[in-house]
């Protein structure tokens, strides 16, 4: 297994993931809102800046400027754990919603 990057402040990094199962990770306009809003969230307590985000229908891009000393991987995983929740909730169904660890 590939060892983890370290993060250090004031770097960008690139963090990327793809559905599970290769589903769609966004079934409707509004989980793309859902996302982008707990992203804008999350970024401003973890003083982390998204510089550019792409959200396709089944994978993620985010580049991610590191100005604290939370680690820019904490984004990501905030944002699609609250995400495959509220998925789980509406969609009736279980698991998570990314196929890996967020790269």
Not at 76 to 90: D, E, G, H, L, T
């Given at each position: 297994?590939?060892?983890?990057p370290?993060?250090?402040?004031?770097?960008?990094?690139?963090?990327?993931n793809?559905?599970?199962?290769?589903?769609?990770?966004?079934?409707?306009?509004?989980d793309?809102v859902?996302?982008?809003?707990?992203?804008?969230?999350?970024?401003?307590?973890?003083h982390l800046?998204?510089?550019?985000?792409?959200?396709?229908?089944?994978?993620?891009?985010?580049?991610?400027r590191?100005?604290?000393?939370d680690?820019?991987?904490?984004?990501?995983?905030?944002?699609?754990n609250?995400?495959?929740?509220?998925?789980?909730?509406?969609?009736?169904h279980?698991?998570?919603c990314?196929?890996?660890r967020?790269k």
């Amino acid at each position: 297994m590939p060892r983890r990057p370290d993060y250090c402040a004031d770097r960008i990094y690139h963090s990327y993931n793809r559905s599970a199962q290769r589903l769609p990770l966004f079934r409707e306009p509004d989980d793309y809102v859902f996302v982008l809003r707990r992203m804008k969230d999350h970024a401003a307590t973890l003083h982390l800046g998204v510089i550019a985000y792409c959200l396709l229908p089944n994978h993620y891009h985010f580049l991610i400027r590191q100005d604290g000393h939370d680690p820019a991987s904490v984004l990501p995983q905030r944002v699609f754990n609250s995400y495959s929740k509220a998925c789980n909730r509406r969609y009736e169904h279980s698991g998570p919603c990314s196929r890996d660890r967020t790269k």
